[in-house]
């Protein structure tokens, strides 16, 4: 089948998904519970993390302040695309809401002696729960100042509120605007991964995998095919060796997840690696081409972002917190979830196998899993266009796999790495549809549909923590095949028997296939 009607039928079937999700009510599910309600719920469409996009992107219309006034777990790119989905409906945000009335609160509290710290106050504001709202209010001293902050905070308290009922109003049509956002971003990682399998001379059908339940129901419910057509794109760009755009698009991914910057070394590696035997040019003219010029285009992008977060808030010290914060939160302050593999080691009600005490030591040694293998298997040189594929699925994994929390909206990094692997892996033929399936399995359906509810919020059963560790088996499985592949293709390639003039990776891939 031609490239054309691969292409049609890839935008048929994200169309098809896009109706679908947009289609289905809140909690759609599938089955008869005992309570009436769907046995299995959310079973297209989940909407956990899109309330937290929600609130990130709210700065745009309320013109807060990314980071400094609107807390964001994301890097500033994301952070920033949140904020378009508000343009798809009428969203009725009041500019300044709830910023204006805390800041205001924020302030009197200060010049009042209460005796705790700049930060302390502003998390009295921020961050004081419902019921204990009065008992703050009352401990303000008596006379002028004190009245004014107690007026403050309630008027802070009250724009708070406000905010909350917005956001419930808000939540629906918030949803379906990033839905409709994902489905271009979708069908681009679907278009990516064709034109990988055609480089590497395999057969377009693996794409379709990308179709599958897991990975169709993270695209629109999650955004992860941002960065990852972002990630393909600067992968697809460098074995065509468009170097400097290959650059530019791993820079912006980085801006939208962080972990892509960890490929850096693995683009390096493969550009010297498989270029060094046919160079026509001195050292350094050679050197500058293949990964001077690439860095510098991939730092410049990193560096023109922060500017631009730094600026956004005005520079000075309140620039350098909006730049810097969400990388300090995420190395200092994020927590692992119950179903992360840190987790499992450490919980006595799960695997066990070390102490609670150990975690915080053992999060420090995962961040060298997720580092040191990935520089290592760099500095083997990575000769070929397979190599490189291999490479970038291990590090993508060791990064799913060695996070402190786990996400299972991950399997979008880890499918258009390896899918264009697919026609020279039997391995991978199994293992990731496998994936993409088993994902779907932990969630929604056993985390939303087998979990008993409790005043904590859900208790996932039996079944559903022998699919997490059948995932993790998975998943380090697949990461011991990434690398096997990456060192096999060292050991196949031999830059010596490169015609002159060819680079080794042209050498050693297969044609593409014809048109």
Same mark, same amino acid.
């Given at each position: ?56 992107? *709210? ?7 990314? %980071? ?5 777990? %994301? ?7 949140? =904020? ?27 010049? $009042? ?60 049509? &918030? ?10 971003? %979708? ?23 990308? /179709? ?17 057509? @972002? ?39 493969? *550009? ?5 035997? =046919? ?35 005005? =520079?000075?010290?309140? =620039? ?47 961040? &060298? ?6 520089? $290592? ?24 796999? /060695?996070?402190?929390? /786990? ?11 390896? @899918? ?26 056993? /985390? ?68």
């Amino acid at each position: 089948m031609k490239l054309a009607r691969w292409l049609a039928l890839g935008a048929a079937i994200v169309a098809a998904y896009l109706a679908l999700v947009l289609w289905a009510p809140a909690g759609f599910g599938i089955g008869a519970g005992t309570d009436g309600k769907p046995r299995w719920p959310n079973v297209v469409e989940d909407a956990y993390d899109r309330h937290a996009y929600q609130q990130r992107g *709210r700065w745009l219309p309320a013109g807060g302040q990314p %980071y400094l006034e609107v807390f964001s777990e %994301y890097p500033q790119l994301t952070t920033w695309f949140f =904020g378009l989905a508000y343009f798809g409906f009428d969203h009725q945000v009041l500019r300044g809401e709830p910023f204006t009335a805390e800041n205001d609160a924020i302030a009197k509290l200060r010049a $009042l002696d209460l005796g705790v710290g700049p930060k302390d106050v502003e998390e009295m504001v921020k961050k004081t729960p419902k019921a204990q709202r009065n008992v703050l209010i009352e401990r303000m001293p008596k006379g002028p100042q004190g009245a004014a902050a107690a007026d403050a905070l309630r008027a802070a308290f009250a724009a708070q509120d406000r905010v909350v009922a917005e956001l419930t109003k808000n939540a629906e049509a &918030y949803g379906r605007a990033h839905q409709v956002l994902m489905a271009p971003f %979708y069908f681009a990682l679907y278009v990516l991964v064709l034109l990988c399998l055609r480089e590497m001379g395999a057969p377009p059908a693996w794409a379709l995998v990308l /179709f599958l339940p897991g990975p169709a129901f993270f695209a629109f419910n999650r955004f992860d095919v941002l960065p990852m057509v @972002l990630v393909l794109g600067a992968v697809l760009a460098l074995l065509r060796e468009r170097l400097l755009l290959a650059g530019v698009l791993l820079g912006l991914a980085t801006m939208t997840k962080i972990w892509p910057i960890a490929l850096a070394p693995l683009f390096v590696s493969y *550009r010297l690696s498989s270029t060094w035997a =046919g160079r026509r040019v001195g050292v350094w003219p050679w050197l500058a081409r293949e990964a001077l010029a690439p860095a510098a285009a991939c730092l410049g992008v990193c560096a023109l972002v922060l500017a631009l977060s730094y600026l956004q808030a005005g =520079g000075g010290e309140r =620039g350098f917190d909006a730049m810097t914060r969400v990388y300090l939160w995420h190395d200092q302050d994020r927590k692992a979830n119950h179903s992360s593999v840190l987790a499992l080691m450490t919980a006595p009600e799960r695997w066990n196998w070390l102490p609670a005490a150990a975690r915080d030591r053992w999060e420090q040694i995962f961040k &060298y899993a997720m580092v040191l293998p990935t520089l $290592l298997l760099a500095l083997s040189g990575l000769r070929t266009k397979a190599a490189l594929l291999h490479a970038a699925g291990f590090t993508a994994l060791a990064c799913v796999i /060695f996070q402190k929390f /786990f996400s299972p909206q991950w399997v979008l990094w880890i499918l258009p790495l390896l @899918l264009p692997l697919a026609g020279r892996a039997k391995a991978y033929r199994v293992l990731l549809p496998l994936l993409a399936v088993l994902i779907y399995a932990q969630l929604p359906l056993l /985390f939303y549909g087998d979990s008993k509810v409790t005043p904590n919020g859900l208790d996932p059963s039996p079944r559903f923590w022998f699919v997490t560790n059948a995932r993790v088996v998975l998943l380090f499985a697949l990461w011991a095949l990434a690398l096997w592949g990456a060192l096999a293709e060292r050991r196949r390639a031999d830059p010596q028997r490169a015609e002159p003039g060819a680079t080794t990776s042209a050498a050693s891939s297969p044609p593409a296939p014809a048109r």
